[in-house]
């Protein structure tokens, strides 16, 4: 393995705002975009709302000489959005589709047709096998009242469950993206508990940026000033996370974001701020690795588990929320669709009253009938389709609850076991690359 003494990797991370038409100045903003990371030259770069894939093609042949590898990530019926360019190779990558993402009849907001997901990337930086992850969340639209909390909490499940099966070995991890949910939120601290990456904006040594790390600002010229109530300073929905393994520690020694305007631009980059960490590898010594393979105390750990058991059965309750209101809009497109039935069998049964009783008139004008017919049919194939779209949320989220049910179980086996757990066990190990509250994760 390569000398990592003082390695560092610059990640960039930007929510690219790219779609095409709707988005202002977006040719211009793919041009500025480019130019910048073509100065800079970023190890990682991490790319959302690139929905147009010949700004993709644009931006790797832009960037040919200074990050020749790269991936972009389809999905959905417009495409996930999401982009990756390193300087490193990419040996492999991944695209995992969330299960839950939105309803196709909210066309204004559009995150179904995104189909929203999570890329991964394996790749070598200096001998060392690096996963680096990008993926952007649902969207919130309305703090207040957030029908779609349940679909982005399964999604952070469904990430950090992606993250911990696929990291396993990995001797660093990287995520950044558009989580679409503030620090404190039940989809953030269930991704970090989980899975132990940590935040850039709360390890690093010295940070640049606008005040409390926000990457949604009332400055930004793009910005919808609605979207940031009751927040008026902006709002942290943008991150790069980040850990190391047994064989390597990652520190963020800084971290920059920009700041709405753009020094001799006209305008910024994105509605978005761009987001810089600089991260520094060292490689344990031959002498510390299994010295520095070790448990916290067991108060420590046990406190962890604990924390851990309340985060998942938080997610659970919301979960139970979406699976009630799925219940309820099932049933109302199931009466619905009974109804449009009704009203095409009185019909049938009106029309064929000329038929029945010879010479009798057509009580209704032929022009009336079609109209209400085809109202009915499209009663009947409209109730039909959201009913099959219902049924599949259930099972989403009924899937999604139970392994949460089975999650929850089992960290309080573990929690219970804890005054009885030895340290020096061999099999109570974590694997590589996992901290020790992922060593206590449950078996699913």
């Known amino acids: 393995m390569a000398n990592t003494d003082s390695v560092r990797i610059r990640v960039f991370s930007l929510n690219c705002w790219g779609i095409r038409v709707l988005s202002k100045q977006c040719g211009q903003r793919y041009t500025m975009i480019g130019d910048m990371l073509c100065k800079e030259e970023h190890d990682i770069v991490l790319l959302q709302e690139v929905w147009s894939e010949k700004d993709f093609l644009f931006l790797k042949k832009k960037l040919s000489c200074s990050h020749p590898h790269s991936s972009y990530f389809k999905s959905g019926v417009i495409g996930s959005g999401l982009a990756l360019f390193s300087k490193h190779r990419i040996h492999d990558t991944f695209l995992y589709r969330f299960s839950l993402n939105g309803y196709p009849y909210m066309a204004h907001h559009g995150d179904w047709f995104g189909g929203k997901a999570v890329g991964m990337a394996v790749v070598n930086i200096r001998g060392l096998t690096a996963h680096v992850y990008v993926t952007h969340l649902h969207a919130e639209y309305c703090r207040e009242k957030d029908s779609y909390l349940p679909h982005r909490v399964v999604q952070a499940w469904e990430l950090q469950k992606f993250v911990r099966h696929t990291s396993v070995g990995a001797d660093l991890v990287i995520l950044g993206g558009d989580l679409n949910m503030h620090p404190q939120d039940l989809g953030t601290r269930l991704l970090r508990s989980y899975t132990g990456l940590r935040d850039s904006y709360v390890e690093t040594e010295k940070f640049d940026g606008c005040e409390g790390g926000v990457t949604l600002i009332a400055d930004n010229p793009f910005t919808n000033k609605k979207e940031l109530i009751p927040f008026e300073t902006g709002i942290r929905i943008d991150y790069i996370l980040f850990k190391g393994s047994s064989k390597v520690d990652l520190h963020c020694d800084s971290m920059v974001t920009t700041k709405g305007s753009i020094p001799d631009h006209p305008f910024p980059y994105s509605d978005h701020e761009a987001l810089t960490s600089e991260l520094r590898l060292e490689q344990h010594a031959a002498q510390e690795t299994r010295k520095d393979q070790h448990y916290d105390d067991k108060d420590t750990n046990a406190a962890r588990v604990a924390e851990l058991v309340d985060i ?100 309080q086996e573990n929690l219970r076991g804890f005054p009885l757990a030895q340290p020096q066990d061999s099999q109570r190990k974590p694997p590589e690359g996992l901290s020790a509250v992922s060593a206590v994760e449950p078996e699913e």
């Open 312 to 411: 998942v059965t938080e997610a659970r309750t919301e979960v139970k929320v979406g699976l009630h209101c799925a219940e309820r809009m099932r049933f109302t497109a199931t009466r619905t669709g009974i109804m449009g039935l009704a009203l095409l069998i009185l019909e049938l049964a009106i029309a064929a009253v000329p038929w029945l009783a010879l010479g009798a008139e057509q009580p209704f004008p032929l022009t009336s009938f079609y109209l209400l017919a085809a109202l009915c049919f499209a009663i009947l194939l409209t109730t039909f389709m959201l009913y099959i779209f219902y049924t599949m949320e259930l099972k989403s989220l009924q899937g999604a609850e139970d392994q949460m049910r089975l999650a929850v179980g089992s960290l």
